[in-house]
């Protein structure tokens, strides 16, 4: 005869372990990051796309340590990948994380902001990038509940940053994390309409974001420039032989990034403003382009035609006005 008392603990046990196993399971998104400097740390994510498979995580993600505060910049796809990003950190140093930077207004840059902000981080963001935040976080939210396979209305969408960096403020803002500061500098429109580069001084090092692409050919959106972008990769000379952390890809210096950012944008641009002048519609004018240079790129298949026809679309309208 079966013992009541001890199916019971057995059930409970079971409810225990299987709750358990189910957190376990969903929080393994994130790899320990790689210390790459004295004072700076960074996950540096694979370059395919977001799927179920990787939970969201392709793109470099980094956090800076003083001796007083720790600075996150940019706070991943998902709370999921926050959530562990705050781990992580938690396990490396003792010293609080009081800032999180979302460097531009792309979903993997600022999903994670509420789990952040549960855990009473100031987040900081850019007028534009929180303007676009503001108006696309529910397109951005429903996105990755459909790329993630997770259920409808899951998602939060994040509120506004709790400090939002003007026009005015595009020289510099620093931060002081004890015995260590971080320079912010809006570069300009880019992939998106305002991008913020963090650049660490004392460990000569510089998170140009989504400015910089390595090993895989930039993603161009509805809302980038090319024109700008190639602006303000420009812009990052100023820092001389800093190393860089790009948005996707492996650091390096600036030179690292020439043929896979700076050429593949200028290609993009001259080409598509000598098709636009000549009166070439969109189809000539993307079957004219020959991208196989780049072909050797990381995603080249999936977004050299849509990159080719949203380059297009910005030099017409940049030739209305």
């Known amino acids: 005869m079966h013992n009541p008392k001890r199916l019971l603990s057995l059930l409970v046990i079971s409810l225990l372990f299987g709750q358990f196993s189910a957190h376990a399971s969903s929080t393994n998104i994130l790899p320990p990051p790689k210390k790459l400097s004295e004072h700076v740390y960074a996950w540096i994510g694979p370059l395919p796309g977001p799927s179920k498979d990787n939970n969201g995580y392709r793109m470099n993600l980094v956090f800076v340590v003083g001796s007083k505060a720790v600075a996150v910049l940019d706070t991943g796809y998902t709370e999921a990948m926050a959530e562990e990003m705050l781990a992580h950190i938690g396990k490396i140093t003792d010293v609080p994380v009081k800032y999180a930077i979302n460097t531009n207004s792309q979903p993997h840059r600022f999903m994670g902001n509420p789990a952040f902000r549960r855990a009473k981080v100031e987040i900081i963001a850019h007028a534009k990038t929180a303007e676009r935040m503001d108006a ?9 509940e459909r790329i993630l396979e997770l259920k409808e209305g899951s998602v939060t969408i994040p509120q506004a940053p709790d400090r ?21 500098k809006n570069i300009g429109p880019a992939h ?22 390595g090993e895989r050919i930039p993603a161009i959106l509805p809302v980038s420039n090319t024109q700008s972008w190639l602006a ?6 100023s820092f001389g032989d800093a ?12 030179k ?7 050429q593949y ?38 977004l050299s035609g849509r990159n080719a026809s949203w380059a297009y679309l910005e030099r017409e309208a940049a030739s209305f006005e």
């Open 243 to 254: 190393t860089f952390i790009p948005g996707h890809g492996q650091p390096g210096p600036l």
């Open 192 to 213: 998106t309409p305002a991008q913020l580069v963090v650049h660490i001084p004392a460990d000569n090092m510089v998170y140009s974001g989504d400015a910089l692409y």
């Open 265 to 302: 944008l200028a290609l993009l641009l001259n080409h598509m403003n000598k098709m636009v002048g000549e009166g070439i519609d969109v189809q000539d004018a993307i079957n004219n382009l020959d991208q196989s240079p780049f072909s050797k790129l990381e995603n080249f298949k999936e």
């Open 164 to 184: 939002i960096l003007n026009e005015k403020d595009n020289t510099e803002t620093t931060l002081d994390l004890g015995g260590i500061s971080i320079i912010l």
């Open 136 to 144: 696309s976080g529910g397109n951005f939210a429903s996105g990755i």
């Open 232 to 237: 303000a990769f420009d812009q990052l000379k």
């Open 256 to 262: 690292s990034f020439d043929f896979s950012t700076r």
